[in-house]
């Protein structure tokens, strides 16, 4: 499984769009980037996934690059509800292993 | 639609003991997996099943084992447990194999001592 580079907190004005970038260099082809996050002593919470192309739903978008090295998950309207550790998996389809990193701890301010 | 259901929540055990923990999937999923989230390890991956056959199963030692039943629900055991077994365990479902997400269950908190 590719590994994912991810900074390791960030800080939001409640209200405003949070990027959250991440880096996977060495992405296969076959590879799906998702994006999971974890509110306090929850189980994780899926948000989006991609390949290639750009997507979005009621929850986030996700831009990926041309060449699939990295990747941004924008939350438009962050909210103190969107505080949490949010990480980026790399997945080969077909199997539904996730490996985990660190992930991005995010506070959302008011 | 019910979401994926994980019971005991809490659980204090004995070192030595062993336990088993319950996963109930969202109706209709078939594939069910497991995870130990650790504050020193994080979130790991300890097996995954689809349609009762493991098809993959992480750098655990053989103590930890599990299995899936044909209504997909899942249990997992640990046998002869460990002070550093205490951990939320995780367990998600999907609907299929390919390209599905996951979604997860609140967990069950084990603690040993």
């Known amino acids: 499984d590719a590994k994912t580079t991810q900074p390791t907190s960030m800080d939001c004005a409640e209200g405003r769009a949070a990027n959250l970038p991440c880096n996977h260099s060495t992405i296969s082809g076959n590879e799906y980037v998702y994006w999971y996050r974890q509110i306090h002593s929850q189980g994780p919470q899926y948000i989006i996934h991609?390949?290639?192309n750009n997507e979005t739903n009621e929850m986030a978008s996700l831009i990926i690059t041309e060449d699939r090295k990295s990747s941004t998950l924008i939350l438009p309207h962050a909210t103190l509800r969107d505080t949490a550790v949010y990480y980026c998996i790399v997945r080969v389809a077909g199997f539904q292993k996730l490996v985990f990193g660190t992930g991005t701890r995010l506070l959302v301010s008011p | 639609k019910a979401g994926v259901t994980q019971t005991p929540r809490y659980l204090i055990k004995t070192r030595g003991q062993q336990v088993t923990l319950s996963c109930s999937p969202i109706?209709?999923?078939?594939?069910v997996s497991w995870y130990q989230q650790t504050p020193g390890q994080g979130l790991q991956f300890l097996f995954e099943?689809?349609?009762?056959?493991?098809?993959n199963k992480g750098n655990f030692p053989g103590r930890f084992s599990g299995r899936q039943f044909s209504n997909s629900r899942s249990e997992m055991n640990v046998s002869t447990l460990e002070l550093g077994d205490s951990a939320l365990y995780l367990c998600?479902?999907?609907?299929?194999?390919?390209?599905?997400?996951?979604?997860f269950g609140q967990g069950t908190r084990l603690t040993v001592v």
């Open positions: 998600a479902s999907s609907w299929g194999a390919m390209n599905t997400e996951a979604f």
């Open positions: 099943y689809f349609s009762e056959t493991q098809r």
């Open positions: 109706s209709g999923h078939r594939s």
């Open positions: 991609g390949l290639k």
